[in-house]
């Protein structure tokens, strides 16, 4: 199943996983994510499956500032719930939040380094 979201879904779980934070900064962040996670090169999806999907959200999302203080939480709720939309319920352990959070902050840090990741958490029943 192909799902791609828009900018007001994110918004939906922003207001949900920002622990209260104020409007966006920057709205240009989560344009740039649904762009992103739709993304195609030559009639061929960029970001292909719905791991790389929610990675690519997750990358943009969590490391561009746009948000005052809940980038990462915001980030990871969009992964867990993009999954969840996709069909695949996932569970996140607090490890598995923390090395997010950690990826996130390396600036070698890549949408395929987190779509690797995602794989690795644990998955609800």
Known sequence: MELYIDVPWILDVAELAGARD?????????????????????????????????????HILGRCRWLERSNMAVAAATGVMYLEASGIPVKPTHDDAVALRDLLRDPLCTAAGIAALLRTWPRAT
């Open 22 to 58: 104020p409007a966006p900064e920057d709205y240009g962040v989560p344009v740039a994510a649904v762009a992103c996670h739709r993304a195609e090169l030559l009639e061929q999806p960029v970001y292909d499956g719905p791991f790389a999907r929610a990675a690519a959200l997750v």
